[in-house]
């Protein structure tokens, strides 16, 4: 069975320094991965993806991702946080199998907060 | 352009009664999907439509739940004799096509509340 796991429920940074999220993965075949942010009241937006290529994937709002597929993770990583970054992050993945169709498996999310 | 639309944004209903929530996705979106996200999780995933029918309701709960999306645009969720567990917010999900690389566009989503 498919699943993603967070494992940290709130990730406390203060402003400009690196942020990481962290995300693990089990799947079988290859993945595909995406993380999304929810602002309070606000619908999930799209940050990034991997498909395939480089395992460094570069997104929305100065995020990136990086993939290794030997430790099955994900995490998203900024190299400056901003206090306007405080949101909820989702890590998800879609599996290749086309009988799955098209749904995304969400992990539990990471509550990110960055003090001034 | 306009993104993905929900409507009502917040619904309130009393236990066993019938709700209906409604979706319209981006224009030329012809995947669409429903998610259920409960406080403190990650959304679950319900229904997904390619086009006018139902590709995969694998997650829908129970019976109760139902959705159609009859022209292939606008979708409708509906909830039967609903029950204080299925207080939550449904979020509505489009992309431009079935392949799983393509990202989903979400709605605000519709909170509701089941007294």
């Known amino acids: 069975a498919q699943s993603v796991a967070q494992p940290e429920d709130q990730v406390n940074v203060a402003e400009g320094n690196p942020l990481t999220v962290k995300c693990t993965y089990s799947?079988?075949?290859?993945?595909?991965l995406f993380w999304y942010v929810q602002y309070p009241n606000r619908g999930l937006q799209f940050l990034l993806k991997y498909i395939t290529g480089d395992n460094l994937v570069k997104g929305s709002y100065g995020f990136e991702a990086e993939f290794n597929k030997s430790q099955t993770s994900f995490h998203l990583k900024k190299p400056s946080a901003l206090v306007s970054d405080s949101a909820l992050y989702f890590c998800a993945v879609r599996d290749h199998n086309p009988n799955q169709g098209g749904k995304l498996i969400f992990g539990q999310g990471t509550e990110l907060s960055v003090k001034p | 352009g306009a993104g993905v639309s929900q409507t009502p944004s917040n619904k309130v209903t009393e236990k066993g009664k019938y709700v209906e929530l409604r979706c319209d996705p981006i224009?030329?979106?012809?995947?669409l999907y429903w998610y259920r996200q409960s406080l403190g999780q990650g959304p679950e995933f319900l229904i997904y439509f390619q086009g006018t029918g139902a590709a995969d309701d694998s997650g829908l709960p129970n019976d109760r739940f139902f959705a159609v999306r009859p022209e292939g645009s606008v979708s409708t969720l509906k909830i039967q004799r609903t029950e204080r567990g299925d207080s939550a917010v449904y979020l509505c999900a489009s992309s431009l096509e079935r392949t799983a690389y393509n990202e989903q566009f979400f709605g605000p989503g519709t909170r509701l509340t089941v007294l």
């Open positions: 799947v079988s075949g290859n993945p595909y």
């Open positions: 224009s030329g979106h012809t995947a």
